[in-house]
């Protein structure tokens, strides 16, 4: 049940794995240097992560060495520009890299999509000057990794109503008390971006807080995770954690703020699901026919040719989507709610993707080794981060018909 090479990994199909001319090859919607950086990661994906993904997974091992590599391809920091250490690339320049790393791995995508997009973005957008000199360099060269903590144990889906609190004590100090919970990279991260509100005001506030050296906060390790087992989360505990004011990050004013770099990070979720779904369909695709059952390939069944085709009809439309909607957002066309309906559908249909793909392989689809097993539990977890699959719908929801349902009244 354990795949040893991944599909496209043949000599001459280095972007290929599916049907010649197929419109996931896009050469016309890329640019020469979006088709690079994609190749770049490709091959690096097919030749260095898969050979160790599955095992980290199955280990739940944070995949340091792989992060370590990714880090020397030039897609550190994704958009992030090229004057702080970034890789400066276009919006769908880092959604492609979320895509292939997604391809053979749902968590060094998750991994590169929190360190590598939000937490930079995050520094970029709202951070001071002196921040962005000292953490962007070391997070683009990916020396270090880090973390963006909002949500809590009372404070899901209803982000919003964070409670962990920001008292000023005067001197310039602020004391952090709260709780995090599920928050990615949290255990292996040497910065956290942390959400509070401030004690008095109720206004929301972010910090740049280094756990390694800041007293009062301390990290656990969740166990157990049945998806994306590789990238690790974390609770975090803030006991009368002590940060100076130079950790605030000044941009922020309101919730709108972490709503806003949200926004673009879903954009950059959407590849994901796009990018595991690739994934499945390649596996799938060697797969049915090399497996001989009743002295056939499992090809020659029609019942197995609808359901593959249903996979690659889905693979087509989800990664037009994520496309089309990556390029207005670029111009400013797009909105958080146009991302936020892609990201829900996106992430159904890679959840019909992941199904089918199970299926396909029989028990073997149970098994991390054979890649479907691990991208179809991965892909539970990319349905519902990033805002689940209903609260997607109903951000989008709430664009259209100019009604919020999104807080049910009793
Ligand atoms: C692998 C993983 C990584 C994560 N990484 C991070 C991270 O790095 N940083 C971070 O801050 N957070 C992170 N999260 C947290 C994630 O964003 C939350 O899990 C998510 O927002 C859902 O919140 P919840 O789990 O509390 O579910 P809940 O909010 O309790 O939702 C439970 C169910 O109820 C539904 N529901 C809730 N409210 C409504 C409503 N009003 N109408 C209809 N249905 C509703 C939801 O859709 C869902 O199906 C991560 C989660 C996972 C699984």
């Given at each position: 049940?354990?795949?040893?090479?991944?599909?496209?990994?043949?000599e001459?199909?280095l972007l290929?794995g599916?049907?010649?001319?197929?419109?996931?090859?896009?050469?016309?919607?890329?640019?020469?240097?979006?088709?690079?950086v994609?190749?770049?990661v490709?091959?690096?994906?097919?030749t260095?992560?898969f050979?160790?993904?599955?095992?980290?997974?199955?280990n739940?091992?944070h995949?340091?060495a792989?992060?370590?590599?990714?880090?020397?391809?030039?897609?550190?920091?994704?958009?992030?520009?090229?004057?702080?250490?970034?890789?400066?690339l276009?919006?769908v320049g880092?959604?492609?890299v979320?895509?292939?790393l997604?391809?053979?791995?749902g968590?060094?995508s998750?991994?590169?999509?929190?360190?590598?997009c939000l937490?930079?973005?995050t520094?970029?957008?709202?951070?001071?000057?002196?921040?962005k000199k000292?953490?962007?360099?070391?997070?683009?060269a990916?020396?270090?990794?880090?973390?963006?903590?909002?949500?809590?144990a009372?404070?899901?889906?209803d982000?919003?109503?964070?409670?962990?609190?920001?008292?000023?004590?005067g001197?310039g100090?602020?004391?952090l008390?709260?709780?995090?919970?599920?928050?990615g990279?949290?255990?292996?991260?040497?910065?956290?971006?942390?959400?509070?509100?401030?004690?008095?005001?109720?206004?929301?506030?972010?910090?740049?807080?280094?756990?390694?050296s800041?007293a009062?906060?301390?990290?656990?390790?969740?166990r157990?995770?049945?998806?994306?087992?590789?990238i690790?989360?974390g609770?975090?505990?803030l006991?009368?954690?002590?940060?100076?004011?130079?950790?605030?990050?000044?941009?922020v004013?309101s919730?709108?703020?972490?709503?806003?770099?949200?926004?673009?990070?879903?954009?950059?979720?959407?590849?994901?699901?796009v990018?595991?779904?690739?994934?499945?369909?390649?596996?799938?695709?060697?797969?049915?026919?090399?497996?001989?059952?009743?002295?056939?390939?499992?090809?020659?069944?029609?019942?197995?040719?609808?359901?593959?085709?249903?996979?690659?009809?889905?693979?087509?439309?989800?990664?037009?989507?994520?496309?089309?909607?990556?390029?207005?957002f670029e111009?400013?066309?797009?909105?958080?709610?146009d991302?936020?309906?892609?990201?829900?559908?996106?992430?159904?249909r890679g959840?019909?993707c992941?199904?089918i793909?199970?299926?396909l392989?029989?028990?073997?689809?149970?098994?991390?080794?054979?890649?479907?097993?691990?991208?179809?539990?991965d892909?539970?977890?990319?349905?519902?981060?990033?805002?689940?699959?209903?609260?997607n719908?109903?951000?989008?929801g709430?664009?259209?018909t100019?009604?919020?349902?999104?807080?049910?009244?009793?």
């Amino acid at each position: 049940g354990r795949l040893r090479r991944f599909p496209a990994s043949q000599e001459g199909a280095l972007l290929g794995g599916g049907v010649p001319g197929e419109e996931c090859e896009w050469p016309d919607l890329l640019t020469s240097k979006e088709c690079q950086v994609r190749a770049r990661v490709r091959e690096y994906c097919e030749t260095k992560v898969f050979a160790q993904a599955a095992e980290l997974w199955e280990n739940a091992i944070h995949p340091k060495a792989l992060w370590e590599g990714l880090g020397a391809l030039g897609v550190g920091g994704g958009t992030t520009p090229s004057a702080y250490g970034g890789a400066g690339l276009s919006l769908v320049g880092a959604g492609l890299v979320n895509m292939e790393l997604a391809r053979v791995d749902g968590s060094l995508s998750a991994i590169y999509m929190i360190a590598g997009c939000l937490v930079t973005n995050t520094i970029v957008k709202l951070g001071s000057e002196a921040q962005k000199k000292k953490y962007l360099p070391q997070l683009c060269a990916h020396r270090t990794v880090g973390s963006w903590a909002l949500t809590e144990a009372e404070a899901g889906s209803d982000a919003s109503g964070l409670r962990t609190l920001a008292t000023p004590l005067g001197g310039g100090l602020w004391q952090l008390d709260g709780r995090k919970r599920w928050i990615g990279n949290a255990p292996v991260a040497s910065l956290i971006i942390i959400w509070a509100r401030h004690a008095e005001t109720g206004n929301t506030l972010a910090f740049a807080v280094e756990p390694g050296s800041t007293a009062g906060v301390s990290v656990k390790t969740m166990r157990g995770k049945v998806g994306l087992r590789a990238i690790q989360n974390g609770e975090i505990f803030l006991d009368g954690a002590t940060v100076k004011e130079e950790a605030r990050l000044p941009g922020v004013k309101s919730f709108a703020d972490a709503a806003g770099v949200l926004a673009q990070s879903r954009v950059m979720v959407t590849w994901q699901p796009v990018g595991l779904a690739q994934g499945l369909y390649d596996v799938c695709l060697r797969h049915v026919k090399e497996r001989m059952q009743f002295g056939v390939p499992l090809a020659a069944s029609q019942v197995v040719q609808h359901k593959l085709m249903l996979m690659r009809a889905n693979c087509n439309a989800m990664a037009l989507y994520a496309w089309r909607l990556t390029r207005r957002f670029e111009q400013g066309e797009a909105s958080g709610p146009d991302a936020a309906l892609a990201k829900a559908w996106v992430t159904l249909r890679g959840r019909e993707c992941a199904s089918i793909g199970r299926e396909l392989l029989g028990g073997d689809g149970l098994l991390a080794g054979s890649h479907v097993g691990k991208a179809f539990a991965d892909m539970e977890a990319y349905y519902t981060y990033e805002g689940t699959f209903d609260i997607n719908l109903l951000v989008a929801g709430r664009a259209h018909t100019g009604i919020s349902a999104i807080r049910p009244r009793m």
